[in-house]
C-alpha cells in the first residue's frame, strides 16, 4: 500500500506533469508524453490511464480548433468528421476491449514510434514550408480518396494518439494541400474529432478515473492558457527536447517493463 507521503507526491506530479502537458500541447506538442505516465504513477491501469488522460486533454484541444476556425479546408470538414468518427469510436474500442497485456506490449512500440516521429517533425515541417514557398494555384483535393487513407489514421488517434497530427499533415501534403495554416488547422481538427469520438466512447464504457481526471483537466487547462499566450516566448527548443527524451525514457521504461513483468 503506498503511504500519504508518496500519494501526496504522486498528486504533485499529476499536477506539474499536467500543467506541462497542456503547455506544451499549446507551443508545439507530445504533451501526453507527460501526463499519461503521471496518470499511471496514480496506479491506474494502463488502458483506463490513456483513457483518463484522453477526456483530461481534449478541452484544450476544441479551443485550439476554434482559434484556428478559419484556416479549415471546407471541403474536407465533412470527410474528417466522418473519418474521425469512425476511427475514434473504433479505436477506442480496440482499446478497452483487448485485454491490458496487449495494450502494455505495443505501448512501448507506439511512445517510440511517436518519439521518433516527433523528433524528426522539424525536418517534415521543414520539407512542407519548403513546398509553400512555391506557388501555385489551389489544389483540389479528392475526398473520396482521402476518406479510406485517414481512416487508419484516425483509428490509431483514437486507441492511443500520440503523434497522430504528423500523420494527418504528411498525409494531406501528399494529397496536395500545400498551406501551412490549413495543414495545421486540419490537424487539429482531426485530433479534436477523433478523440472526442474517443472521449464519448470511453465515457459510455466507464472507462474513465474522473477522481483524477478532474485534476488533470483543470491543470491543463492552466496550463495551456499560460502555454497558448507565451508561445513566443517559450523556449521551444528546450521543450522539444524534453519530450524527446521523456518519449525515449518512458518508451524504454516500458521495454524493461514487459522483458521483466516482475519489476
Not at 504513477?41 to 488522460?53: C, F, H, K, L
Not at 524528426?120 to 479510406?148: C, D, M, Y
Not at 495543414?183 to 483524477?212: D, G, P, Q
Request: charged share 10%; glycine share 10%.
Amino acid at each position: 500500500m503506498p503511504t500519504m507521503l508518496s500519494m501526496h507526491a504522486h498528486y504533485i506530479l499529476l499536477v506539474v506533469a499536467s500543467l506541462a502537458a497542456g503547455a506544451i500541447n499549446a507551443a508545439a506538442a507530445g504533451g501526453s508524453f507527460l501526463s499519461f505516465p503521471a496518470m499511471l504513477g496514480m496506479g491506474i491501469p494502463p488502458v483506463q490511464a490513456n483513457a483518463t488522460n484522453t477526456v483530461a486533454i481534449w478541452p484544450g484541444q476544441l479551443t485550439s480548433v476554434l482559434k484556428l476556425r478559419n484556416d479549415l479546408r471546407r471541403e474536407l470538414i465533412i470527410v474528417a468528421l466522418i473519418a474521425s468518427v469512425i476511427g475514434g469510436v473504433g479505436g477506442a474500442l480496440i482499446l478497452l476491449w483487448l485485454p491490458q497485456r496487449v495494450f502494455l506490449y505495443v505501448l512501448p512500440w507506439m511512445i517510440l514510434a511517436s518519439t521518433l516521429l516527433f523528433l524528426f517533425s522539424a525536418r517534415i515541417s521543414g520539407w512542407l514550408r519548403k513546398e509553400t514557398n512555391h506557388p501555385h494555384a489551389h489544389r483540389h483535393v479528392q475526398p473520396l480518396l482521402l476518406l479510406p487513407l485517414l481512416l487508419p489514421v484516425c483509428l490509431y488517434i483514437g486507441y492511443f494518439g500520440a503523434g497522430g497530427g504528423l500523420m494527418v499533415m504528411a498525409l494531406l501534403a501528399l494529397l496536395g494541400v500545400d498551406d501551412m495554416h490549413q495543414l495545421n488547422s486540419m490537424k487539429v481538427l482531426v485530433a479534436c474529432l477523433s478523440n472526442f469520438s474517443a472521449v464519448v466512447t470511453f465515457i459510455v464504457e466507464r472507462a474513465v478515473v474522473w477522481h483524477y481526471c478532474f485534476i488533470a483537466m483543470i491543470a491543463a487547462g492552466i496550463g495551456g492558457y499560460i502555454g497558448a499566450h507565451y508561445a513566443r516566448k517559450l523556449p521551444q527548443r528546450a521543450m522539444r527536447i524534453v519530450v524527446i527524451l521523456v518519449g525515449f525514457g518512458v518508451s524504454g521504461y516500458f521495454f524493461y517493463r514487459n522483458l521483466h513483468p516482475s519489476h
